[in-house]
């Protein structure tokens, strides 16, 4: 069985799949292990896989910011234009609809009148959302350097 980090191919699945689920049996299964319920938890007893872990976890909460961060500027500097498009169609059909970047909608109501009415997300609550993710950001930095440099002194 090849070796990676220390850890083998299956107890590196064994990782990846019970961070995707939580469910020590399951990732256990998948992974391949012949008794998934015993070998699973002895698995998360062991100091090597709980680092492991601890890695992917941060990984996925470092990739959770990004596409948080994506989201929070497409919604501040998105393009609307689709959506204009869309109240201007008479009767658009599915395919013609599921083209359409409609990332900016935040609700789609057709009134007794007939008419279509759009309400868009807060650009600038967007926009704050950016700045303060920039602000934490920046905070996080010099909590950092002043712990590096052995300032205890609190801001």
């Known amino acids: 069985m090849q070796k990676n980090n220390g850890l083998t191919t299956k107890e590196k699945l ?4 019970y961070a ?14 012949r008794d998934p319920e015993k070998t699973g938890n002895t698995l998360l007893t062991r100091d090597d ?3 492991e872990l601890s890695r992917i976890y941060e990984a996925k909460n470092r990739n959770y910011r990004q596409q948080a ?5 497409r919604l501040a500097f998105g393009n609307i234009s689709d959506a204009i498009r869309l109240m201007f169609t008479d009767k658009p059909d599915i395919q013609e ?8 909608v935040a609700e789609i109501k057709r009134p007794k009148d007939g008419a ?15 700045e303060a993710a920039d602000n ?7 909590d950092f350097y002043r712990a590096l440099i052995g300032d205890g002194s609190e801001s």
């Not at 995707?20 to 292990?33: D, I």
């Not at 934490?136 to 010099?142: I, L």
């Open 14 to 17: 064994f990782c990846i799949y």
């Open 20 to 33: 995707g689920s939580g469910k020590c049996r399951e990732a256990a299964a998948c992974a391949g292990f």
């Open 49 to 51: 896989i709980n680092l």
């Open 69 to 73: 961060r994506a989201g929070y500027e």
């Open 97 to 104: 609809i599921s083209s359409l970047d409609l990332f900016n």
């Open 116 to 130: 279509l009415e759009i309400k868009f997300f807060d650009r600038i609550k967007a926009l704050e959302k950016l």
């Open 136 to 142: 934490n950001e920046k905070q996080g930095v010099s």
